[in-house]
């Protein structure tokens, strides 16, 4: 009896569930006024967003980093040069990092590059392409027309130090802008990316090469600092052995001249002191000589570099939102937000009206 009665609960419930739904589709078409019109609204809103939207042009560099010592040729292997610890995807991000410091960002930001047919730095460039004169300029006080007239941040004003912060906030992004670069890495083939993202292809290009140059420049030299600086106090060391050297056998040639071949004591004990002290700078130039060819060996052996894999070159296509893509996307949530309030609306008014 107790089966019985499961059953018919079960067969009232799923009929209760088949009417509702039955329901909710009549109210939907009793009101697809609503959702048309909601349709219409995101088609023309993402139609206006597509239309104010500016073409911007990508410019990507890869790249992957190589050391010729065993234990460094991976990139979680080298960053100990950098003073980041031995690895991991915590480290791999302080690396990309380092591309957003001011010691990188700083010189990228004042190379020459022309665009337009106007050489000038790559701050001024955005600042003039950005229109920093209407946007930035107001918010920090500074008066129209400001251009950066030299690098040397010793000799800037004020002035100067505002407008570099602004345009390098611009540069690595802030909350209302998301910056005109990035970075990024990938743990499976060991390739890292710099792209650049801008309103001039030119830009974009001068940007991306001028980074990438950047980043090698303090890579290297910071991986190599010490055997760099063993090499040079060894290089300098051996000079100053070969020119001893070359001067006590000029003296000694010039004494044995001077002496006009007399068998002196004395001329002797002087000769043999000179040839004594040659076979000493000798014997000690061969040892720093060999010294130093080990210390260029090793430095060398440790020396890493980064091969391009593939560089922006210009022209550059213009990018842009697919259309296409935004349509869909908009009218699909139109579609979602318009039954979903008709359905509550209607669930709404059934719990009032049955109370």
């Known amino acids: 009896m107790d089966s019985i009665n499961n059953t018919q609960n079960d067969e009232i419930s799923l009929k209760d569930l088949i009417l509702k739904v039955r329901d909710f589709i009549l109210e939907i078409k009793a009101n697809f006024l609503i959702v048309a019109i909601s349709c219409l609204l995101a088609s023309v809103f993402v139609f206006f967003k597509h239309k104010t939207t500016p073409v911007v042009y990508n410019a990507t560099l890869t790249y992957n980093l ?6 460094g040729s991976s990139f979680p292997g080298i960053l100990g040069s950098f003073g980041l610890g031995g690895g991991g995807n915590e480290n791999l991000d302080k690396l990309l990092e380092l591309t957003k410091s001011h010691r990188i960002l700083k010189p990228v930001l004042f190379q020459k590059i022309t665009i337009d047919g106007k050489n000038d730095f790559i701050a001024n460039h955005i600042i003039r392409i950005y ?30 130090n505002k407008a570099f912060k602004t345009t390098y906030s611009h540069t690595i992004g802030h909350e209302d802008f998301r910056g005109l670069f990035s ?9 890292a990316k710099i792209s650049s993202s801008s309103l001039s292809a030119e830009l974009s290009v001068g940007l991306t090469n001028n980074i990438f140059i950047q980043l090698d420049s303090f890579y290297v030299k910071n991986t190599t600092e010490k055997e760099q600086l063993n090499v040079d106090v060894l290089k300098s060391k051996t000079d100053s052995l070969y020119k001893e050297l070359k001067a006590t056998e000029y003296n000694l040639a010039s004494f044995k001249d001077n002496s006009l071949r007399l068998q ?12 004594g002290k040659i076979r000493m700078l000798y014997a000690a130039l061969a040892k720093a000589t060999e010294n130093l060819e080990l210390a260029d060996y090793s430095l060398r052996h440790q020396t890493p570099f980064i091969q391009v894999i593939d560089e922006p070159l210009l022209p550059l296509s213009p990018s842009k939102p697919s259309l296409k893509k935004r349509l869909v996307l908009g009218i699909f949530f139109a579609l979602f937000f318009s039954v979903l309030f008709i359905v509550l609306r209607k669930i709404y008014r059934d719990i009032m009206f049955d109370n």
């Open 66 to 71: 190589h050391n010729s010592s065993n234990s």
């Open 131 to 160: 229109d920093f004169e209407n946007t930035y300029w107001p918010e920090t006080s500074l008066e129209k027309g400001f251009y950066f007239q030299n690098e040397h941040s010793e000799n800037w004003s004020i002035e100067a």
């Open 183 to 191: 970075t990024s890495y990938s743990e499976d083939s060991g390739i």
């Open 264 to 275: 002196r004591k004395t001329d002797l004990m002087k000769t043999a002191q000179y040839e």
